[in-house]
Each structure stands twice: as C-alpha cells, then as structure tokens.
C-alpha cells in the first residue's frame, strides 16, 4: 500500500477480491466482507453526525476521541475500523486492566464518546463521559439502522494526523498515553503485508486482546481478503484448538507463547495450515525458542516494538529463524525504520559492534505524550526515540538486546548491556 493511502483503503480492497467472502467468523456466526464494509460505513457515518470533524493541531489533526471497551468480537472489529474510517481517534481501551486503571484511562483521554460491551461494563468507569452500549441487538443497532447504506464523509488524512491514543504504564494515578499518527499505523501494515504476505485463503485467528497489538493485524489480512477468526475467551487449551482448525496466520503477545508451550501433546503435525506464528519479542529466551521451534515447526517469527514505535522496529521472519546463528536476534531494522545505540560517550553508532541504548526513527514512531510535553522530550535524543532497550549490532544488521548494569528510572536512563540469554520473561 502506497505511504499516502489512507488506513482503511485496504477494507475496500478486500471487498472488491470477493466481496461474500468471510471477513470475520465468531463463534459460528460470519460477516461477509462487502457486509463488513456496509456495517463499518454506517456506524462511522453514524460517528461523523453525532461528533463533527475534531480539530486541527499545529501538526495534524486530532480528531474526536472515541474510546472501545470490549472484547475480541465482530462489533469490537467493525468500531474499530469505523473509528479510522470516520476520521476520529481511536483510544482502546483493555477489560483485563481493571475498573481503577480504566476510570483513570477514560478521565485522562478526554472522550467524546465511549462504545463499550455490555459484559465489560463494570471494567470501566464512564463517569461523565458519553456511553453507548455496542452488543448485538441492543442500543447501537437502532441508531445504525438510520444510517445503514450510507457512506461516511471523506476526511483529508494526513500523515502526521493523530488516529489513535494508547495508554501504557499507570504510575502514580497516571498512564503515558502514546500519541500514534496516521504513518505509525501505515508503516506497520506495509511491514506486516512485506513479512506474510496475506492471501484470500489466508485465515487469522485474534484470541490476543484487540486493545493491543493485534489490532494492527486486522487490516492487513482484510486487505488482501482473507478471514479473522475472532476468540472472545483465549485460554491456551482453547488457542491451539483454534490453530487446529486451518489457521494459517496467528500473533501471540509475549505472555502467551510460554503458557502454550506448557500444553502437553501437540506437534508440528497438529497445525497443517498454519505458516506463520509471530510472537512477540519478550518471552523468548533461547531454550524457550527452541521447545517453540519444536512445537510449532518453522513458522516462528519475532517482532520486536513497543507501544511508541509499536510491532515492526525489527524482524526476524519464520524463515531467517532456520538460521540457529540468528535466533538470538531480534532480526534488522524494518525498512520504514532506523536503528542506532546510543553508547554512554553520548555518540549514536549505526556500525557492526556497536553497543548501547538501541534507540529508533522513522514512520513508526510516535508523534509524543499526550499532556506531556516534558516526559515527551525526554523520550527523544536528537530526534530519535529512546526504547529503554539496550544491545549491540552485528555485522549483518542484526540486532540482540541486552539487559542494563543500571536500572532504569520511570523514563529512559543510560544503560549498558551485559550478558543474558536475550528477553527475559516479566512475571
């Protein structure tokens, strides 16, 4: 997809391949992809009457912000992207964190409006904010049956416009809400659609929660149009069944790969469709690497990110991970990415051998803080974003993370790495 596309171009291109095909399957139940586009276009119409435009910052444009309270479902999916489509800020908001983290989340955000489930009603605090219950059947279906069949209003979508706004580490009474523009989300889905290649035989399972990372997934699989199956409750035992079940595309938080692996009787053999299991970078120490390769066979790939310069800074594909050589990297820089290692001589270095605080620029990474001007510049050194990782560079590009001699303070300290067995696991 060309970098001045807007987000959801690639919900039409999936329409257009074959537009009855499945879109998203949960529980039994299957939206079509030309349905999706029709649902996803009337409650962004919807969105568009009821909050107007937002308004124009000095460099984009931050639209209204509507938070999503829910879990992975059909209607989680379709808010979502009529969020994007509608030219509002999507600000997700997780279940799993909590009614306290939440009500601060939904004060701190500033919400124009709040879509949330029914059975995640408790998990989040409206106060004065404006709530909609988005359950099938109940109060959005009767508003959106005023404008299904419509289309939403083109809005002019900039790079530097502001689509989403993602809360991270509540210290204090506060989170840091990462302000993500439209290049951010764009530059992820060219890596992902350069890294698996989505198909329309293509069939992803989202059992991670749809308030993190895996949302990036979405458009991309669509784009090409294959399927999303949808898991509202994702034990271990439930996921593998799913990856049974001709997944051929799956994304694990860091969390996830560890309590699978602790799942007795499954091989390579279980999963025949399966091509692709990405993983997120944390978990992965080398033993557990191995049992997964084991497991699973030669479809693992990591993606190393974080929520500033979220999934893509690096890359190691299924296939570089036959590479034993290679598996205690994080693979290169994507190509919308730089990375450089800040040493404690205050000198960038981008050469093999190089050591330090990896630090990243480029498409990916975040426009700032929201309200936070101070912690804003702090993350920055010279206009590239401190990760708070350390590691060296090989001569390939490769990137290996380290551990710090220095312990981190609440923001990003100097570090240096020393010896350990790549990521290990936070309890």
């Not at 074959?18 to 079509?32: H, K, T, W």
């Not at 809400?177 to 290049?183: D, E, K, M």
């Not at 009787?265 to 299991?277: E, I, K, T, V």
């Not at 990297?329 to 190509?335: D, F, N, R, S, Y």
Request: proline fraction near 7%.
């Amino acid at each position: 997809m060309p970098a001045s596309g807007r987000l959801t171009d690639l919900l039409e291109a999936g329409a257009s391949i074959n537009p009855a095909a499945p879109a998203l399957v949960e529980d039994g139940r299957v939206l079509s992809h030309m349905d999706l586009l029709v649902h996803v276009d009337a409650l962004a119409s919807l969105l568009q009457r009821w909050l107007g435009p937002g308004d124009r910052a000095p460099t984009g444009r931050i639209g209204p912000r509507v938070g999503v309270c829910a879990l992975n479902s059909i209607r989680h999916v379709t808010a979502f992207l009529a969020i994007l489509r509608a030219g509002a800020v999507w600000v997700p908001i997780n279940p799993h964190d909590g009614r306290e983290v939440n009500r601060t989340l939904v004060r701190q955000a500033d919400l124009d409006l709040l879509l949330v489930e029914a059975d995640c009603a408790e998990c989040v605090g409206t106060g004065s904010v404006s709530a909609l219950l988005i359950d099938e059947g109940g109060e959005l279906d009767r508003h959106l049956n005023r404008t299904l069949g419509d289309r939403p209003g083109t809005v002019p979508e900039g790079a530097e416009d502001i689509v989403c706004i993602r809360f991270v580490g509540t210290q204090g009474g506060r989170s840091r809400g990462v302000l993500l523009p439209a290049r951010s989300f764009l530059s992820v889905q060219r890596t992902l659609e350069r890294l698996f290649a989505p198909v329309a035989a293509d069939i992803s399972l989202l059992a991670a929660p749809l308030s993190e990372d895996a949302a990036h997934f979405i458009l991309p699989v669509l784009g090409a149009g294959g399927t999303h199956r949808l898991l509202r409750h994702a034990g271990p035992a439930g996921i593998l069944d799913a990856l049974r079940q001709e997944v051929t595309l799956a994304y694990l938080p860091p969390a996830y790969l560890p309590l699978l692996l602790g799942e007795r009787d499954f091989a390579p053999s279980d999963f025949p469709a399966l091509r692709h299991l990405a993983c997120g970078t944390e978990g992965l120490l080398p033993d557990l690497t191995a049992l997964a390769l084991e497991r699973f066979g030669p479809r693992l790939a990591v993606l190393f990110g974080l929520p500033e310069a979220p999934l893509t800074i690096s890359t190691l594909g299924a296939a570089e991970m036959e590479e034993a050589g290679l598996r205690a990297t994080v693979g290169p820089a994507c190509e919308d990415s730089r990375i450089a290692l800040l040493g404690p001589d205050g000198v960038l270095r981008q050469e093999p051998g190089a050591a330090g605080e990896v630090l990243v620029t480029g498409d990916l990474v975040m426009a700032g803080y929201l309200d936070a001007p101070v912690e804003t510049e702090a993350a920055f050194h010279e206009g590239w974003l401190r990760t708070g990782e350390v590691g060296t560079l090989d001569d390939r590009g490769h990137l290996t993370l380290g551990t710090m001699d220095v312990s981190p303070s609440a923001g990003r300290q100097d570090g240096w790495p020393v010896d350990r067995p790549r990521h290990t696991v936070k309890a």
